[in-house]
């Protein structure tokens, strides 16, 4: 055994080697599976197999295992040649773009059926056949393909995402004369050791190790610009949002804007006119991210063009819907207009597509409607009808997107008005600011705690007192 072990020192050393270097990338990949290192589990794997193969050849090493597990050996063996191509491929897939890719994938089918046809001969008869060299002409005409996209300045731009393809390139080269020198010398006679393999695998695979390397750094550079970009813009849309709420006699105003990500669909804006007057406008851009952010800055532009007509909720949604109809591309927005008049002790309320104005009054919550069209769907359209509200002391209104109403819990069940309603019951001496937290506990304990908030919220309350 002693002697046995001797002979065989390098190869399972190599082998043992390349089977640790396989964990640990599959390790990685697991630990930051979010980070597009998939690459990482199929160059794992790849190695991994290649490790295990080189093991399970070796006297030694099934010597030393269980009996029913050295007589399962020679079926593994041949399950991992047929599908130690297959994650090559997929390894290289990964780096790949375009056609190179529908190639890849045709390769990796008709390698998988190679492998379906290898592995029933051998359960049947014992013996693979001539399946063996079908696997490795596949192996060896993919081999030439794959070098020549590397080697080529012209067609590694085009089909590989790698900024620098040299010691890919360097990588491959080595491998295919290793390969070429083993293919032409054994069946003349000449004997290679078996170290030479083992050398031209491993560089093969530092060559694509360092190619996933370049690959996954890159992505997250890409990834630090991108999200810094997206704190920059939400700083700037937090810039464009009303610094405090309007002071009003006989009016407690409070607003609450949670964006779903960095950047929001949702935008507020108040338009004071004097103490006792001032108008209250809630948008909400239908999507989410960067483009609904866009939109939702354009409200801010358009809101200054009506802020001469602040107290006729009708012509304020006009005039928006007609500045802003011809640049929504196709998206719409939905909005809602409170004017408020404290000197009259009156409100007038208009919406555009959007969630009812909620009031508060004795012990009750009552859903005013007056809704025209979303803007977007017709620039010519001027039907904003607009209710005319009393107000009373005492009186509590919500101003709010559908993101406080819509979010659902695990059985897909919506927060509902029903249960706002109880959070404003069970608040009644709240002040407003006070009321707003409550609403959003409950939002937030209402979803599944390991889902992130499904939509922007933007609440406004007002109390008459």
Known sequence: MQALLRGQVTDIMAGSVFLFIGL????????????????????????????????????????????????????????????????????????????????????????????????????VTGSDGRWPLYNNLLAADLLGVLSTVVALPGLSRKYLALPNRGVLAAGMLVFAVEALYNSLSRPLGFGTPRILDHLGFGVLLFSFGYAALQLVLGNERRLLAVEEELRIARQIQTAILPAGAPELEGALIHAVYRPMSEVAGDFYEFLPVDRKRAGLLVADVCGHGVPAALIASMVKVAVQTVSGRASDPGAVLRGLNRVLSGQLRGRLVSAAYLWLDMEDGKALYSGAGHPPLLRWRQGKLDAIESNGLLFGVSPEYDGYPVCSIPLAAGDRFLLATDGVTEPENAGGEPFGERRLEEVVRGSQACPPWELSENVLSEIRRWQPASKPQQDDITLILIDVV
């Open 24 to 123: 640990a990338a599959c390790a990685i990949a697991a630990m930051h599976r979010r980070r597009g290192t998939r690459i990482f589990a199929w160059l794992g794997i790849w190695s991994g197999l290649y490790g295990a193969m080189q093991l399970s050849h070796l006297e030694a090493v099934v010597a030393a295992l269980p009996g029913g597990f050295r007589t399962a050996v020679p079926f593994l063996r041949t399950a991992m040649l047929y599908v130690l191509i297959v994650f090559a491929l997929l390894s290289f897939y990964e780096l790949s773009l375009g056609r190179l890719r529908v190639l890849l994938r045709a390769a990796m089918w008709t390698g998988l059926a190679v492998a379906a046809g290898g592995l029933g001969r051998f359960v």
